[in-house]
């Protein structure tokens, strides 16, 4: 069933973006912190 894959993949990009703010947003925090 390909679609199941499509799923897949859709929610594993969603993860990668979730990820890369993530990091975005405690990098600020950490820079926030120290300076």
Do not use: D
Not at 1 to 29: H, P, S, Y
Request: net charge positive.
């Amino acid at each position: 069933m390909w679609w199941t894959w499509l799923i897949i993949g859709c929610v594993a990009l969603g993860i990668v973006q979730i990820n890369r703010v993530f990091k975005a947003k405690t990098k600020e925090l950490e820079q926030r912190i120290h300076h």
